[in-house]
């Protein structure tokens, strides 16, 4: 069983900043595609970015590209959604996943490909 402990969800203004970590278990951690989801109030949950085992491949929806980065480190076991320039638009529930195992060069868009997830962190944008 693999679990995933999102952080650093938060209030902020709209063209701040946050950072979301998400910390997992697990001894195979480089083994696990990733990915970070939002579900805003009123909507569907959808794919935000995500990223391969080994962080060489990324993809970004494209209404965070250019202002989201989405990282790991897999010596912590910790995967990161840097968002800047942050909008009232991206207020939503963030969750971290994990696909187990993730091959490699592979990231993956499709919630029902992966295995675990988070619990989920607030990120509120205020106008």
């Known amino acids: 069983q693999v679990q995933l402990v999102e952080s650093g969800g938060g209030l902020v203004q709209a063209g701040g900043s946050l950072r979301l970590s998400c910390a997992a278990s697990g001894r195979t951690f480089s083994s696990y595609a990733m990915g970070w989801f939002r579900q805003g109030p009123g909507k569907e949950r959808e794919a935000v970015a995500a990223?391969?085992?080994?962080?060489?491949?990324?993809y970004y929806a494209g209404s965070v590209k250019g202002r989201f980065t989405i990282s790991r480190d897999n010596a912590k076991n910790t995967v990161y959604l840097q968002m800047n320039s942050l909008k009232p638009e991206d207020t939503a529930v963030y969750y971290c996943a994990a696909r187990i195992p993730g091959f490699r060069g592979t990231y993956y868009t499709d919630a029902e490909t992966y295995d675990y997830w988070g619990q989920g962190t607030q990120v509120t944008v205020s106008s």
């Open positions: 990223i391969s085992r080994t962080g060489g491949t990324t």
